[in-house]
């Protein structure tokens, strides 16, 4: 019995940690300017039951989340806890389409930036002009644009396009990163909005663009897909949680 309750305790404490994290995640979307009032989402997958995910309260802004009030959902959209709030439709069938297949994307990020989108709606989508354009763009999938994601038969295709790559654009939409952990999907999703806003400027200047060469840009890819983001999404993590402290504080709640 007593290492029963002891199991229960540790799960228990996980699950708060991820509701800390996730919360700060939302905290940290506002504070960086890319949220859309109530759209968009951030999902975490409860550590010990890859069949529940929390999501945001539909109709908190972002500034207000905190770890207490996330929301507890099933793979079938079922809510787990008590809530005035539900989830919203169209974030369940992106965020549970991606934890339904992807055991290794813990957290799931989904944003309409403004750069994001433009980006989006571009034929070539992002191009690797620059270093942090590079670190992304090897491990970067397209996913054609359905309208409002309120089709469940959406999540296959969903998928299929996303297959075992870490950063999304969905095409006339926005952007999306997934991680093992709730930094690896936030750094990620920062260095792509960086690309993104980027890309907007330097289109925007009418000069000619400089291509690097093939090896360089193969090698930058191949670091981004690969060990990168294991490596530095820890070390930035603190820092980020840090500026929170100062500036938004109170997710922790």
């Given at each position: ?48 039951h890859a069949d ?120 006339n939409h926005g ?69 929170l402290d100062r ?7």
């Amino acid at each position: 019995m007593a290492e029963l309750k002891q199991v229960r305790e540790d799960q228990l404490e996980q699950e708060w940690q991820a509701r800390v994290d996730l919360a700060a995640a939302y905290r940290l979307v506002e504070l960086f300017g890319w949220s859309d009032l109530i759209a968009n989402h951030i999902s975490m997958r409860i550590p010990g039951h890859a069949d529940q995910f929390l999501i945001n309260p539909f109709g908190m802004g972002f500034d207000e989340i905190t770890a207490s009030s996330l929301l507890k959902i099933d793979l079938d959209g079922n809510q787990l806890d008590s809530s005035a709030y539900s989830a919203n439709k169209a974030g369940f069938t992106i965020h549970s389409a991606v934890h339904q297949v992807r055991h290794d994307a813990n957290c799931v990020l989904h944003l309409h930036s403004i750069d994001g989108m433009a980006v989006s709606a571009l034929e070539e989508g992002l191009l690797p002009l620059f270093q942090s354009s590079m670190f992304v763009t090897g491990d970067l999938a397209y996913h054609d644009f359905e309208g409002p994601a309120l089709n469940l038969e959406e999540r296959g295709r969903l998928q299929r396009d996303l297959g075992h790559k870490h950063l999304m654009i969905l095409r006339n939409h926005g952007t999306l990163t997934v991680g093992a952990s709730v930094a690896e999907a936030f750094v990620r999703m920062h260095m792509l909005e960086r690309a993104c806003a980027a890309q907007v400027r330097a289109l925007s200047m009418g000069r000619p663009l400089r291509q690097t060469c093939d090896e360089a840009r193969i090698l930058t890819e191949e670091m981004g897909a690969t060990r990168m983001f294991p490596y530095y999404a820890p070390l930035a993590w603190p820092a980020l949680l840090r500026k929170l402290d100062r500036e938004m504080p109170g997710y922790d709640a």
